[in-house]
């Protein structure tokens, strides 16, 4: 029953999309057929209109707003992108079809719209997005980047072709891949009762060779660095309609801090977005003071890694949990860093045997 009543919200889901989509193109031939410059309005993406909302746990826009107006010479090129962006993204979601961002800066070519290069064509997907107040996701519009998931999860496709199709995450020794198709379907059945992302392809390998996902009845993500949108989206819906607690594993050092922290509150880049954040997610580690407590091998932080702790410590996000600025004044002490593969100095099996029982329970 509740796979029906999921189904039935995804496709009025797509249904709103459509309308959105076409009500913004209605919005413009009306002001056209009224004899009037179409315009468009849209929130500021501006640093200044940027703020941390400790309610929602992320960045959201505040309410200064922008106008695109093709009265302006200056607004008409961009105009006419982003009406062109919001047509194609109608078409690929009335077809069910996917685009990536690089094709979308191609297929503009055919309909002779010119982008300068992919980021200008980038920045009008952006300017979409915050437009309709939705993801790119949701025009089917997705970025090269990939990361994989294994566990006993069994998801239910429901993507043209494969409709109704199952397949068990444990399926592939190296992890399913978190693509379109993967983020679109639906959860069938799951025996586990948590989540472990991982930012390193390395430690992911090892965790499935460890049978970690039998061991510790987990889900594990491999993020492979800074988790795309699409993986956070995915970590947030398992954790939100699974239920499973979601425990982050990182390098130890700041940018290590920060790829745990942008699952769990997003980013500025991505504050006019909602449902990519999983505000109740922990960082188990690698902590500054598993590098002391564990004797790990390190290297020293270099001028750019302590600038950039210095602006984590500023951040309002790293504010919220006295752990985080504990951490970051550790890493200042000791101005070192480790990687998640320096537990292997204890033996390859370690990090499963010990550090990682002792952190769930630690972080739980």
């Not at 993507?159 to 978190?178: A, C, F, K, W």
């Not at 965790?207 to 970590?235: D, S, W």
């Not at 980013?267 to 407590?293: E, F, M, Q």
Request: aromatic share 10%.
């Amino acid at each position: 029953m509740e796979q029906k009543k999921h189904k039935s919200s995804m496709t009025e889901r797509k249904k709103d999309i459509l309308t959105g989509l076409e009500n913004l193109g209605s919005r413009i031939y009306e002001q056209l057929d009224s004899g009037y410059f179409p315009s468009i309005a849209m929130p500021s993406r501006s640093t200044e209109n940027i703020c941390y909302d400790s309610l929602l746990r992320q960045f959201i826009l505040g309410d200064r707003k922008v106008r695109r107006s093709a009265r302006n010479i200056r607004h008409l090129k961009p105009f006419t992108q982003l009406v062109w962006a919001a047509f194609f993204s109608r078409e690929l979601t009335s077809q069910r079809k996917t685009s990536t961002l690089r094709d979308v800066y191609y297929s503009a070519q055919a309909y002779e719209m010119t982008f300068t290069d992919q980021q200008e064509s980038n920045n009008i997907i952006t300017d979409l997005e915050t437009v309709m107040g939705l993801s790119r996701e949701d025009f089917n519009i997705f970025p090269e980047e990939r990361s994989a998931v294994f566990g006993d999860l069994t998801i239910e496709y429901t993507v043209p072709g494969y409709e109704g199709r199952t397949l068990n995450l444990t399926s592939h020794p190296d992890g399913v891949l978190i693509g379109p198709a993967l983020t679109s379907a639906e959860f069938a059945k799951t025996t586990a009762d948590k989540v472990i992302a991982i930012e390193k392809g390395g430690l992911f390998t090892r965790f499935v060779e460890e049978n970690v996902h039998n061991k510790f009845n987990a889900i594990l993500v491999l993020t492979a660095g800074q988790a795309p949108r699409a993986t956070r989206h995915f970590i947030r819906r398992l954790n939100r309609e699974l239920s499973l607690p979601v425990y982050i594993f990182t390098d130890g050092d700041p940018w290590g801090m920060h790829i745990a922290m942008v699952i769990i509150s997003g980013s500025a880049n991505a504050a006019h977005l909602r449902d990519l954040t999983t505000p109740d997610a922990k960082w188990s580690g690698v902590w500054a003071s598993d590098i002391v407590d564990y004797k790990l091998p390190t290297d020293p932080l270099d001028e750019v890694d302590i600038k950039r702790l210095y602006e984590l410590q500023k951040d309002p996000r790293y504010k919220e949990d006295p752990l985080w600025q504990k951490e970051i004044k550790t890493f200042m002490k000791i101005k070192k860093k480790a990687e998640q593969e320096a537990f292997s100095r204890y033996g390859l099996t370690y990090i499963v045997d010990e550090y990682l029982p002792e952190k769930l329970e630690e972080t739980r």
